[in-house]
């Protein structure tokens, strides 16, 4: 079973590629993060908040993708789901775009900074 599970999933990527890196990703937008081991889970869970905890109140603050206001969610939404896109494939932009897809447009700078901001407390490496 597990075999023709494998053999399905590599026919499905065949077929519909691997959601690798957009061709127009240059610099910052073209970085591919890589979750760290730990910590594990959300960055804030019952009124515990890891990212201010380690970058402080007002940088956390000063993170634009966690004040901003979508379509269909808000910071917070995109900020979890964006960590959740972390996969060591997919780079700043093709995450971007998955948050504008699921959540309705959102600019690239502000998720570029969130990252940049986890990576700077060990969340993310590149």
């Known amino acids: 079973m597990r075999r023709a599970l494998l053999n399905e999933i590599e026919e499905l ?11 127009d990703s240059l610099g910052a937008t073209a970085i591919v993060y890589w979750r760290n081991e730990n ?5 804030s869970v019952f ?14 603050d000063a993170l634009a993708l966690l004040q901003y206001e979508g379509l269909r969610a808000e910071g917070e939404s995109y900020a979890l789901e ?15 775009d998955a948050l504008s897809a699921e959540f309705g447009p959102v600019p690239l700078e502000p998720v570029a900074q969130y990252l940049e901001a986890l ?8």
């Open 47 to 60: 009124g515990y908040d890891y990212l201010v905890d380690h970058l402080g109140q007002e940088k956390a």
């Open 82 to 96: 964006a960590l959740n896109f972390v996969d060591g494939k997919r780079s700043v932009q093709s995450i971007r």
């Open 39 to 43: 910590p594990k889970g959300p960055m």
């Open 13 to 23: 990527a065949r077929l519909y590629g691997d959601g690798g890196m957009a061709p």
């Open 119 to 126: 990576e700077s407390i060990g969340v993310l490496r590149r």
